[in-house]
């Protein structure tokens, strides 16, 4: 069965500092892969998606970057933190083809800027 | 580009009631169609889905959902309600058969429930 992990869970972080977070999704192959922002009032906000290696697609220019080195990897990263990326960061999957789309989430990150 | 609009930012019913939550997309071509459900605490969970046919789909937890082109909507509803479905609730519409599988999410509707 297919599964999805994302790190790390908490994570508090000075303004300026440098942030990584990670997904890999197992059990599956050449994978859809999100992330999303969930922030207070604002429902999940699409940051970035990719259909395959290398290949992203941002939706909300920020200072924030996505990168997907491996089939099944995808991170989210920021060289300098902004106290606004603070929230709930979801990483998610789905597979293309008809009667694909269904997301299915990992656990979260939850970012505190400070 | 696609986008939802999710209206009720919060709605309280009372348990026993009945529940409609709002859902209205945009988007050139048919549409897939999803309603999410948040609890406290707890991850994601897809309630029912929209691709094709039938445009009154079932889903789990006795939720239905009713896919209307004419009025771009896609409502949540349920008969009557349990003090378990007190959560956050998320419309989303995806772009189809596609490689560029963009899905946005609505800003969610968190439902309370009157004892």
């Known amino acids: 069965s297919q599964t999805i992990h994302q790190w790390p869970a908490t994570l508090v972080q000075p303004v300026g500092s440098p942030l990584s977070l990670e997904c890999t999704v197992e059990?599956?192959?050449?994978?859809?892969l999100y992330w999303y922002r969930q922030a207070a009032g604002r429902g999940l906000q699409l940051l970035f998606y990719?259909?395959?290696?290398?290949?992203i697609s941002s939706e909300v220019p920020q200072n924030l970057s996505a990168s997907r080195p491996q089939d099944r990897q995808f991170i989210l990263s920021s060289k300098k933190l902004l106290l606004s990326d603070s929230g709930f960061y979801l990483c998610?999957?789905?597979?293309?083809?008809?009667?694909?789309?269904?997301?299915?989430f990992g656990a979260g990150s939850r970012l505190t800027v400070l | 580009a696609q986008s939802v609009t999710q209206p009720d930012i919060h709605i309280t019913v009372s348990e026993g009631a009945s529940l409609e939550l709002r859902c209205n997309y945009s988007?050139?071509?048919?549409?897939?169609l999803f309603w999410y459900v948040q609890s406290p605490g707890q991850g994601l969970q897809l309630l029912l889905k929209?691709?094709?046919?039938?445009?009154l789909v079932q889903g789990i937890k006795g939720f239905e959902a009713e896919f209307k082109r004419s009025q771009s909507s896609f409502n949540l509803r349920k008969p009557s309600v349990h003090w378990s479905d007190a959560a956050e609730y998320f419309c989303?519409?995806?772009?189809?058969?596609?490689?560029?599988?963009?899905?946005?999410f609505g800003s969610g509707t968190r439902l309370s429930i009157r004892p």
């Open positions: 998610a999957w789905t597979l293309m083809g008809v009667g694909a789309n269904v997301l299915t």
């Open positions: 059990g599956t192959s050449n994978p859809n």
């Open positions: 990719s259909v395959g290696i290398g290949q």
């Open positions: 988007y050139g071509a048919t549409p897939y």
């Open positions: 929209y691709f094709s046919g039938d445009t």
């Open positions: 989303a519409v995806g772009a189809g058969y596609s490689s560029a599988s963009k899905i946005i």
